[in-house]
């Protein structure tokens, strides 16, 4: 089983519609993240959070919602839907820092397309 | 965010080992080196990371110049599931992104 999974994997939905994306995770980490991926760029960051009920934006959060709840879930979601937010989103966890430097564990992601 | 430079795209022999270039000059003294990849259709995967000496693990080495402004990322031994993106990557330890830039696109012939 996947240690953080990413629910659904693909969609297709219409412009104006309110989505949510899942993220959930096994690894007891921390730390958790969303990032969007556009064709031939790199990913960049969207929200994250530190702990439960911590949300902090990251440079690209207009447009986009966050929740945690629980420590082992972090849902995204678009409020209404615009064709330019069809992207690839990944969601990543990483243990809290504690002086050194955590790598960060990334789901499969989910294609949105928005049409 | 401190830049990095890769190539474009590398192609190497499978059982072959890969050095893979990445030129960092305006490293600050808190940047760590990270290398992640990404294989078609799955997520970015840590790879390996480092600050100031060299690392090994199971994956991959990780060579470090001594002035820092270069590294390199070394597969001992290539296989076809080595073929991926490979993203070199600046980050401050206090940072909690991590920017993806181009990375380089490595291709392993049979």
């Known amino acids: 089983d996947a240690d953080v999974t990413q629910t659904p994997r693909n969609r297709i939905t219409k412009t104006g519609k309110r989505i949510m994306l899942e993220c959930s995770q096994t690894?007891?980490?921390?730390?958790m993240y969303w990032y969007r991926q556009d064709p031939g760029l790199g990913l960049r960051l969207i929200y994250y959070s530190f702990d439960v009920k911590d949300i902090n934006k990251g440079e690209i959060s207009d447009g986009y919602s966050v929740s945690r709840q629980a420590q082992a879930k972090f849902s995204l979601s678009l409020e209404s839907a615009i064709p330019n937010q069809t992207a690839l989103y990944f969601c990543?966890?990483?243990?809290?820092?504690?002086?050194?430097?955590?790598?960060?564990?990334f789901g499969d992601g989910t294609r949105l397309s928005i049409l | 965010d401190a830049k990095t430079t890769q190539p474009n795209s590398m192609e190497s022999n499978e059982e072959e080992p890969v050095h893979l270039p990445c030129n960092h000059s305006t490293i600050s003294g808190t940047d760590y080196i990270h290398w992640y990849r990404q294989l078609p259709s799955q997520g970015p995967e840590y790879v390996i990371h480092?600050?100031?000496s060299n690392v090994n693990n199971r994956m991959a080495s990780l060579a470090i110049a001594e002035d820092r402004k270069s590294s390199t990322l070394i597969l001992h031994r290539a296989t076809l599931r080595d073929a991926a993106v490979y993203y070199c990557?600046?980050?401050?330890?206090?940072?909690?992104?991590?920017?993806f830039g181009q990375g380089t696109r490595l291709t392993i012939n049979p």
């Open positions: 480092g600050l100031t």
């Open positions: 990543a966890t990483s243990e809290t820092g504690q002086g050194k430097d955590q790598p960060q564990h």
């Open positions: 690894k007891g980490h921390d730390r």
């Open positions: 990557i600046l980050r401050d330890q206090g940072a909690q992104k991590l920017v």
